[in-house]
Structure formats: structure tokens, C-alpha cells
């Protein structure tokens, strides 16, 4: 599946941001795949930040977002969403959206499938 990340921007300390993830050009329904964000700071390693199930019925955070993000999906839109509040300059990263068939995982390898990337900057 074709994954495209949007959203991003800078935005001040404090504000918030919603990432769309839009999927296309699978034989597979796009409610088939798990989807999960995670984001790369310059210099450091790809990070898991949220993961939802196909149905939506079950998600997971990284202790650094929790409280902070909502992952969501609307199967007949295609997409998924991370809405970011409260965002601290430490935020700041290009997130990535990812799926996968088999699993919701916490780790870059557990995905098959990766968009390219939507850069968020957050100001202090």
C-alpha cells in the first residue's frame, strides 16, 4: 500500500497539529492494515510515537506522547489521523505513518509500508 503523510508545519509550544495518513493503490481494503506513526528528530533514531488496530478498536502509545496524542482512522476515507496537542520543541521530527497486515508493533521493522514523511517543527 501507498501511504501519504500530510499536516505538518511549524507551530509554537503548545499548540496542536492533526497528521493525516492517506493510503492508496492496494488490492487490499485499507482496513486490512494496522497503522503506526512514528517520527525521526535529526540525529537520532526512528521512534515509535502510536499504533491502531484495523478496526480501530485498539491503540498504543509511547510513554513520550501518551496523554498528548490521538490516533484514529475512518476506514471509509482511507486515512488515519495523529492529533498532537500540547507540543513541546522536543516534538519537533519528521513523522512517518507506516502499515502493516499482521500487527500493530512498536518497532520500525514490524512495518511493511512507509510514507514519506511530514515534517513538524515546534518553536519555543
Known amino acids: 500500500v501507498q501511504l501519504q503523510a500530510s499536516g505538518g508545519g511549524l507551530v509554537q509550544a503548545g499548540g496542536s497539529l492533526r497528521l493525516s495518513c492517506a493510503a492508496s493503490?492496494?488490492?487490499?481494503?485499507?482496513?486490512?492494515?494496522?497503522i503506526g506513526w512514528f517520527r525521526q528528530a535529526p540525529g537520532k533514531e526512528r521512534e515509535f510515537v502510536a499504533a491502531i488496530s484495523w478496526s480501530g478498536g485498539s491503540t498504543d502509545y509511547a510513554d513520550s506522547v501518551k496523554g498528548r496524542c490521538t490516533i484514529t482512522r475512518d476506514n471509509a476515507k482511507n486515512t488515519a489521523y495523529l492529533q498532537v496537542n500540547s507540543l513541546k520543541p522536543e516534538d519537533t521530527a519528521v513523522y512517518y505513518c507506516?502499515?502493516?497486515?499482521?500487527?500493530?508493533?512498536?518497532?520500525?521493522?514490524?512495518?511493511?509500508?512507509w510514507g514519506q514523511g511530514t515534517l513538524v517543527t515546534v518553536s519555543s
Open positions: 507506516a502499515a502493516d497486515l499482521t500487527r500493530s508493533g512498536t518497532e520500525p521493522y514490524e512495518y511493511d509500508d
Open positions: 493503490g492496494s488490492g487490499r481494503r485499507f482496513s486490512n492494515y494496522y
